[in-house]
């Protein structure tokens, strides 16, 4: 079975300009969500979605980042316009939605953002 | 609003020592979920334990063992007799109820030497 994926691994883009990320969970997922890691900080939530519905989006740092899931499968997250803090590591990831117990979040490699 | 602290910023030990990373979390949930993640070098976050509120039990597989502590709100991990292959960086994690967003300490970067 894939695990979760994304693309692209890197990105280096200049100040001002869009970048769009991309993350295709693991098949049958309905939960993904987005987390982004700065600077050796913390890795911070950023929106979870359910199927093609947006469940949280408090993490969200701004009106610059919109995040779709267009029939519940892939997901985007797109800078516009990339500033400077918005360097990191953006890492997605999937799990199952049951009614049981916790079902673990399985996270993707990650993309790294560079904005200069 | 939930927190984890993770004070170990980088650990550095000789390959076969036991080593320990802390991690300290705040909550006023009653029902919670605490978990370890692994980063290694290729980037990825490599899921290790999850522990919900209720189990206080201490768990052991393999080399690596938990201590979960809710009077210390403390899960810590404990790596024994420590292999190169254990260099990471370790996230400590907690999530209110299921399907919930994780929140992550920053992370303790292990490098053990050979």
């Known amino acids: 079975e894939a695990g979760v994926t994304q693309f692209p691994s890197h990105s280096v883009i200049e100040k001002g300009q869009t970048v769009t990320l991309r993350c295709d969970p693991i098949s049958g997922h309905d939960n993904l969500y987005w987390y982004r890691r700065v600077m050796g900080k913390e890795i911070k939530f950023l929106l979870h979605f359910v199927k093609e519905s947006k469940q949280d989006e408090s993490g969200m740092p701004n009106n610059r980042f919109l995040a779709e899931r267009t029939g519940g499968t892939y997901s985007t997250l797109k800078v516009q316009p990339a500033e400077l803090e918005d360097s990191g590591v953006y890492f997605c990831?999937?799990?199952?939605?049951?009614?049981?117990?916790?079902?673990?979040?399985?996270f993707g490699p990650g993309t790294r953002l560079t904005v200069l | 609003a939930q927190k984890v602290t993770q004070a170990q910023t980088e650990i550095s030990v000789v390959e076969k020592e036991d080593v320990t990373l802390d991690c300290v979390y705040e909550t006023r949930d009653t029902t919670y979920y605490l978990f370890w993640y692994k980063q290694p070098p290729s980037g990825e976050l490599v899921f290790l334990i999850r522990?919900?509120?209720?189990?206080?039990q201490n768990e052991i597989s393999g080399r690596y063992s938990w201590n979960f502590q809710k009077s210390t709100s403390s899960f810590n991990f404990t790596i024994t007799a420590s292999q190169v292959v254990d260099s990471a960086v370790y996230f400590c994690a907690l999530s209110i109820y299921y399907g919930n967003k994780l929140v992550f300490g920053a992370g303790t970067i292990l490098r053990v030497k050979s």
């Open positions: 522990r919900n509120s209720f189990d206080e």
């Open positions: 990831a999937s799990s199952p939605r049951t009614g049981a117990t916790y079902n673990e979040q399985f």
